[in-house]
């Protein structure tokens, strides 16, 4: 059993926020420090200069000494802090302290103010807070309390994103999970599988992407089967009339003259034929060897002049007309050859007599293109996305005159694929076809290399 994404998705999510929470809280713990500080000494500050204003009110009622050190004593202790009015030399200080705590709580709180005796003499005043044992524990109870909240607020904080991620995360695997059972189904042959995967983001785009696979896988095995059955039907034909001609002749029931070992040479041709277009097919799946400059204009010259023969032949006019200028592209000229080949040869296959087969060559921006029109039966609309399939035959092509294996336009598309370039068709049954090649063309620099 293999560790689950969401749990994996679940816990890093949950160790992010730990993190961010508790750095986000030491950050919040040291500026409620910085602020609770500062609020306080500034509270304090604002009460020191109170008492300073305080003092010299007092100094101003003009009282005797004794009078002045008790004031000073019994607002000391009423404000907690200790005042100490330092007058110039041959003058003796007084104070007053508050009774709540011991000693100073230190020169950060400490108020100096100045004072102008009765006698015109200079003094002054230096208000300074005691330790005060019931606000420092005012003040510690309020930073626990603060911490307190930051720690109830972490923990709350934790348990939603665990909450939160565990439900998000368990949505968003969920169709992984079932895409994941489909991919299983579908390697064990169970191609007409489906994910019901909705919508528009990547996980709905994954869905419709796999669907789009198993529909290729399925259609790649429909073609399969029925490559089956034709391969075994093509063989099987040309294989029972050579055996029935042969025991035919052995038994004395068949003269071995002249005509009967014709029929039987004609259908040795067609299982060569047969092979032959195995062997165009083979040799795809190894890369091209041959990388040169074709010129496609001699290429087309070569296949025309054998080509217009059997055109002739079935009473039909092969259209040609060479460029001024040889059209050069790059690759393997005999693969091209045979590309193009196969498609004029299908032209010339399936127009009837009296039709017409053109050849084009030209140039499209940066292409080189080929285009190769016919008057033949044409291809229905629903056939076209297939007839670039290996082994794939058009309802029109599956007699024996004009049958085929259905490998020819697969070696096609293949090898102008191969070559950088791609076929486009247009056809309308009852009126005829045309396809166009386009081939990467090359400039004049460029055909030495």
Known sequence: MFPRLSHKLTLAMV???AFTILVASLFIDRAMDKQFEAFVEGAQEQLNWQIVEAVRELYEQRGDRASLEEQLQ???????VEIVVSP???????????????????????????????????????????ADLERQAREEAFRQAVNG?????????????????????????KPLQQLMGMVRKVGQGYLTERAALRGRDEIGFLGREFNQMAANLEQQERLRVKLT??????????????QAYLEGMGDGVVEP??????????????????????????????????QESVDLTEVLGALVRPLRIL??????????????EGLYTFGDRDMLATAIRNVISNAIKYTPPGGLVTIDLGIDGSQVKVEISDTGVGIAAQELPFIFERFYRTDGSRSRATGGTGIGLAVTAEVIKGHGGHVEVRSEPGTGSTFTIYLPKIKCEERGL
């Open 229 to 242: 059955n034709d391969m075994a039907h093509e063989l099987r034909t040309p294989l029972a009339s050579i």
């Open 149 to 173: 909240s930051i720690l109830i607020a972490a923990v709350f904080s934790v348990g939603s994103a665990l909450f939160v991620s565990t439900l998000f995360f368990w949505r968003l695997t």
């Open 15 to 17: 160790l992010v926020s």
């Open 311 to 324: 055109a002739e032949e079935k009473n039909l006019k092969l259209q040609w007309e060479s460029p001024a």
């Open 88 to 130: 110039g030399e041959g003058h003796h200080a007084m104070m007053g302290r508050g009774m709540m705590g011991r000693g100073s709580m230190g020169m950060g709180r400490r108020t100096m103010g100045e004072l102008i005796l009765p006698d015109g003499t200079a003094a002054t005043i230096e208000v300074t807070p005691t």
């Open 257 to 290: 003259n002249q005509d009967n070992l014709t029929l039987v040479l004609e259908e040795t041709q067609r299982l060569g034929e047969l092979l032959e277009s195995l062997q165009d097919l083979a040799k795809l799946e190894r890369p091209m060897l041959k």
């Open 74 to 80: 019994l607002l000391g202790a009423a404000s907690n």
